[in-house]
């Protein structure tokens, strides 16, 4: 059977990854949502278990030892992972699951599957970016500040990544990373593998 596709979504605080991937899940419903792991404090209206798994630190360093993580980052002062579980379960069940990690879990994530689909959103510009944060009012100013110098230093590391899809409208992100996702459906290597399962299998029987 053809495994699912593991694409990630990186990109600044406040660029839109969250209301990107939603409107995406709300397109293509068969996309799966890897909830991660964090020691961050939920914010209004966050669920745990829905956008994330609020653990204590003491919960996540569990998580790390017993190697349920398949990355994990710390990024402005708390920690974010990956379940691990989860991720190999649905792509050996061939559906395609989306991660919406940071930069330094990306690259692991990239050591562990170079097959993935690695895409960074971009804002229009770093003015807009700020504006955006601000604007979505959950971050006090002191935490904004140090967002958004993370933020500049995340957008070096955007040549490890396969695609740069600026978020401008979020229908137009979306379509451009939907249009992603089928053209990576379609690589002649998915085919390849495939065959090659087919030809070991009429060999065995
Ligand atoms: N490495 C890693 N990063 C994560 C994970 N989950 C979320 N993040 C990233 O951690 C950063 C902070 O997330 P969050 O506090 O929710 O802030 P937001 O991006 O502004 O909504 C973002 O870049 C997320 O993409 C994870 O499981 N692993
Ligand atoms: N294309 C866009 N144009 C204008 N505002 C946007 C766009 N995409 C997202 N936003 C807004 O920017 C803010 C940050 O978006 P969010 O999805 O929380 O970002 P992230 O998950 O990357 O931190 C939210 O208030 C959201 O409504």
New binding site residues.
């Given amino acids: 059977m053809k495994r699912g596709l593991l694409i990630v979504l990186s990109?600044?605080?406040?660029?839109?990854?969250?209301?990107?991937c939603a409107e995406l899940r709300h397109k293509q419903s068969d996309l799966i949502y890897s909830v991660s792991a964090t020691t961050r404090s939920p914010r209004q209206g966050e669920t745990d278990g829905i956008n994330y798994f609020f653990k204590t630190k003491e919960q996540f360093q569990e998580m790390i030892a017993k190697d349920a993580l398949l990355e994990f980052a710390e990024y402005v002062g708390n920690y974010y992972g990956t379940p691990r579980d989860f991720v190999e379960r649905t792509l050996a069940s061939g559906k395609d699951i989306i991660l919406?990690i940071e930069v330094q879990g990306a690259l692991k994530v990239k050591e562990k599957f170079p097959q993935g689909v690695f895409i960074f959103?971009v804002p229009p510009s770093l003015d807009e970016l700020k504006q955006?944060?601000t604007?979505?009012g959950t971050e006090n100013a002191d935490i904004i500040d140090h967002r958004m110098n993370v933020a500049v230093e995340e957008m070096n590391l955007i040549h490890y990544y396969d695609y740069a899809v600026v978020?401008?409208?979020?229908d137009a992100?979306c379509h451009r990373i939907h249009c992603i996702i089928e053209a990576e459906h379609c690589r002649k290597e998915r085919f390849i593998e495939q065959l090659e399962e087919v030809k070991e299998a009429s060999e065995k029987a």
């Fill in positions: 990109g600044p605080s406040g660029v839109g990854k969250g209301t990107v919406e959103l955006r944060i604007g979505r978020n401008d409208q979020i992100a």
